[in-house]
């Protein structure tokens, strides 16, 4: 079957890092997304990813490793405002999104 | 960037009323939406996949005589919740497909059925 596993929540501390795993199985694999999103709000996109390696978009960071099922974000110079959940989504053979359940990351001051 | 609009924001409906969604892609042509449902919480539940000019596909459990899509024209995705119930309250949300990769989201509508 198809599965996207992700921690359920993260805590962190403002000013600091942190690194949201993603693992996944699915059937083909056609690139994996991380969106944010924030309560009672769509996602909003972060990043993609196709190819093994890091991309690095501002504070965001995404990495991909295809052979090990593997992703993460990362998170520099959290803000109080990063506090959200990170979904991760990977696209399948067919081109269809599998979602994780998301992570919640809280920031503390 | 691509704009997928959204209507309405939220809506609160009685029980047994039915409840239409728009979503409307502003500066682009959407061939498929995609809706989604959310519960607090949880993550995005995929309820069905529109093609405009042809019948949605739904996802297993997800009843299509009760959640009528319509994709009418390229621009333009309807979602109408019929004979709606307290527990179809939920936080539903669309989305477009650009080409193989990009994905835009609506901003969301939050429906309350009392």
């Known amino acids: 079957g198809q599965n996207i596993d992700q921690p359920t929540e993260m805590t962190a501390t403002e000013g600091a890092i942190v690194q949201i795993n993603c693992t996944y199985q699915?059937?083909?694999?056609?690139?994996l997304f991380w969106y944010q999103q924030h309560a009672g709000e769509a996602p909003t996109f972060l990043s993609y990813?196709?190819l093994d390696g890091l991309e690095e978009k501002g504070r965001f960071s995404s990495f991909l490793s295809r052979s090990k099922g593997y992703s993460y974000l990362l998170l520099k110079e959290l803000q109080m405002k990063d506090s959200a959940s990170y979904l991760c989504?990977?696209?399948?053979?067919?081109?269809?999104?599998?979602w994780g359940a998301g992570t919640k990351l809280i920031i503390k001051p | 960037g691509a704009v997928v609009s959204q209507h309405p924001s939220w809506v609160i409906c009685k029980s047994g009323t039915s409840v239409k969604i728009e979503c409307r892609s502003l500066?682009?042509?959407?061939?498929?939406m995609f809706w989604y449902r959310q519960f607090p919480k949880q993550s995005l539940m995929l309820m069905a996949t529109?093609?405009?000019?042809?019948?949605?596909?739904?996802e297993q459990g997800v009843e299509k005589d009760k959640f009528l899509i319509n994709h009418a024209s390229l621009t333009l995705s309807t979602l109408t919740v019929t004979s709606a119930h307290p527990e179809d309250s939920s936080f539903y949300i669309c989305?477009?497909?650009?080409?193989?990769?990009?994905?835009?989201f609506g901003s969301g509508t939050r429906l309350t059925v009392v």
């Open positions: 989305s477009a497909r650009q080409g193989d990769y990009g994905y835009t």
């Open positions: 500066d682009f042509q959407a061939t498929t």
């Open positions: 529109s093609n405009e000019g042809s019948k949605a596909t739904y």
């Open positions: 699915t059937s083909g694999f056609n690139g």
């Open positions: 990813n196709v």
């Open positions: 989504a990977c696209q399948d053979s067919n081109y269809q999104l599998i």
